[in-house]
């Protein structure tokens, strides 16, 4: 049976970029020019997760982003390690949305695009960390979610997963259509190949409004949160770390030994 | 619509007694409620409940709301889904307080789907403006990099809670409260899934979150041998436990269950010494709480040192072996 895979994916600014370029600005993060946003982590893990699947047993795979101002090179990377199609929810007016605007436009998508067996997000987006979108698209759809997923399979027309547990993991089987929100451990999101690079530059991603997917910019973005912020800050932090040196790094570990001593700590 | 008042707490079971994080949340449910003149209830899911009701009372609950069914033995969001939600319809409560836990991560998103409700995840802190009477929520983003203070006006709302963040109350056995049995009929045509497997990984000896010292290593130590011997060697001399950054559970050079951070375990002991971990924000939101951070790394610039007080620049194979033998020797006289 091959499989129509819908993957969620976020494009936010490099959440390894040193913590010191992060500045907020009236109430909004900044960050220099020349730090490149990027495709989400889980959202790479949830692409790897799909194209584990269409290795296996076939299928298509959609990746869909919401946002606004898509750095096309960026986005396009789903494409370039090999989904078939990329929908690029794209619009000023989906700006500053908060968890719930952002599935229901998501969810609308999915619905206009009809087909669908597995929908995959990430455990959480890679700046505001939420965790909540995938689940919401589930509820929206009225469809299964199984969270925290490091493997997947499907076998008889059912989705197997491996789910991470506290102290260990869950085998879980769960009917079709369902959503997989996908937690790391499943294995570094593939490279493209140059053959993928030259093909996803080709492709020109569909592109929808709001009046797309059948909603209002009034639903949308900012105008369709339901949780206000009212504030977004930096807490300070004092750097007083003590450095302990010595002619060596062996004489050096030694002394931070006598140090602790010192200091009572241990 | 009935005016929606009261704060409610989703416990959680641990071993048959109330979770840690339970205790927490009846703690800062109690301050809320007693600013806002309300009741805090807390609402206990499982297959058998036993004492833990009573255990919530004495943690600061006025009234236990209990669910008890057979299908209820594991936690499975569809048949859990069914009890939160008959039970926040029938109690109309103002919040609705969860751990950030695995069950909080899983089934609060989409109560407040549900619900048509706001959720704000992973809160650092909760206070009541004085002016709005609203509840102000307080929740780090980007990585941990900024704090983001978030209120909502529709009620019930929704508010999970990072482990470790709160204070539980002073348990008093002489506080008194109710219980009041739910009857709950669980459809299981509406249960999706089906758990055809637990496995436990845990690795041996102390639990990370119990322990009083904790040698955490990074990507750095390039593989799993280090975990094994280096680390070991010093945690054990410290009657700790040995943790991880994500790389090295991604890599499977550790389980899954040694990794901490803000998408691993939150824990906060009186020592953590981070051996060849840069200090990603997303990694020290798991470890702040600590009293005392070490930070051994050989590239002097890593964001680690600012977070640590005491530190050493160097690599980790000389320094580690080094810093072992000399406490031995300390220790030992
Ligand atoms: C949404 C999100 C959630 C995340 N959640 C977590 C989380 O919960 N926990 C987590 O840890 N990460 C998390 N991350 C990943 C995080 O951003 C970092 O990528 C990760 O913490 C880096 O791990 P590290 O410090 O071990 O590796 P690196 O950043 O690669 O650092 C390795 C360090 O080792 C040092 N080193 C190398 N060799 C030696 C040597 N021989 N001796 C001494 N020092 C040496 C290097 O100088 C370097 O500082 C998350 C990321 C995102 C986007
Ligand atoms: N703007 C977006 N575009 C596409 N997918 C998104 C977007 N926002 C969130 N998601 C998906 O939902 C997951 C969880 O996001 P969040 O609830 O914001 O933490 C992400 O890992 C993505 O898979």
């Known amino acids: ?266 | 619509m009935a005016e929606n008042k009261g704060i409610l707490v989703i416990g959680e079971l641990a071993g048959g007694k109330l979770a840690s994080i339970t205790t927490e949340l009846l703690g800062c449910g109690r301050k809320l409620a007693d600013e806002l003149k309300e009741d805090l209830s807390c609402l206990l899911i499982g297959d058998s409940v036993g004492e833990a009701s009573k255990e919530a009372i004495a943690f600061g609950a006025d009234k236990v709301y209990v669910a008890e069914h057979a299908a209820l033995k594991d936690y499975q969001a569809d048949s859990y889904m069914q009890a939160a939600e008959k039970v926040i319809n029938d109690v109309s409560p103002r919040t609705v307080l969860m751990g950030q836990t695995s069950m909080g991560r899983d089934l609060a998103p989409r109560l407040a789907f549900r619900l048509g409700t706001t959720l704000t995840t992973d809160c650092l802190d909760l206070a009541i403006d004085p002016q709005t009477k609203l509840l102000t929520q307080t929740r780090p983003v980007y990585g941990g990099t900024a704090q983001a203070v978030f209120t909502s006006e529709i009620t019930p709302q929704m508010v999970t809670v990072r482990t470790k963040a709160m204070s539980p109350l002073e348990r008093d056995d002489s506080r008194k409260g109710e219980t009041i049995p739910v009857k709950i009929d669980i459809d299981a045509s509406k249960v999706r899934t089906k758990i055809l497997e637990t496995v436990k990984e845990e690795a041996v000896g102390i639990k990370l979150e119990d322990a009083p010292v904790i040698v955490c290593g990074g990507r750095g130590l390039g593989g799993p041998e280090p975990f094994q011997t280096t680390l070991k060697e010093l945690a054990d001399l410290l009657h700790g436990a040995v943790g991880a950054s994500r790389p090295p559970a991604d890599n499977g050079w550790v389980p899954e269950a040694l990794h901490i951070g803000l998408t691993g375990k939150i824990v906060a002991p009186d020592i953590y010494i981070a051996v060849a971990v840069s200090g990603a924000s997303q990694h020290t939101a798991g470890c702040t709480g600590s009293k005392h951070i070490i930070a051994i790394n050989k590239d002097p610039e890593a964001n680690i040192f600012r977070e640590a007080e005491f530190g050493v620049v160097g690599k980790y194979e000389e320094v580690v072996p080094a810093l072992t033998n000399k406490l031995k020797e300390l220790l030992a006289a």
Do not use: H
């Open chain 1, 1 to 266: 049976m091959p499989v129509n895979m819908i993957v969620c994916c976020k494009q936010v600014p490099d959440p390894e970029a040193p913590p010191a370029v992060f500045k907020v600005v009236s109430n909004k993060m900044t960050l220099p020019p020349d730090v490149k946003p990027v495709i989400g982590q889980y959202e790479e893990f949830a692409l790897e997760a799909a194209l584990k699947i269409k290795d296996t047993t076939g299928g298509k795979i959609t990746a869909l982003s919401l946002g606004n101002n898509f750095v096309r090179d960026v986005i396009k990377k789903s494409l370039a390690v090999g989904s078939d199609e990329l929908i690029l929810l794209e619009d000023e007016a989906f700006d500053d949305g908060d968890s719930w605007s952002i599935a229901s436009a998501l969810a609308a998508a999915i619905k206009k695009i009809g087909e669908y067996d597995l929908i995959f997000c990430g455990r959480q987006s890679s700046d505001w960390d939420a965790g909540q979108v995938g689940l919401g698209i589930a509820e929206i759809l009225g469809i299964p979610a199984v969270t925290l997923a490091r493997k997947v399979e499907i076998t008889d027309g059912k989705a197997k997963v491996e789910r991470v547990i506290p102290d260990g993991y869950q085998v879980i089987e769960v009917t079709l259509p369902a959503v997989i929100v996908v937690t790391s451990g499943l294995g570094a999101l593939r490279y493209a190949t140059l053959k993928g690079i030259m093909a996803a530059a080709k492709k020109q991603p569909v592109v929808w409004k709001p009046a797309d997917i059948g909603l209002e910019p009034a639903q949308v973005g900012a105008a369709g949160r339901r949780v206000k912020l009212e504030k977004l800050f930096q807490p300070v932090k004092e750097g007083k770390c003590e450095m302990i040196e010595g002619e060596t790094p062996v004489e050096a570990g030694a002394n931070l030994a006598v140090k602790l001593r010192e200091a009572k700590l241990l």
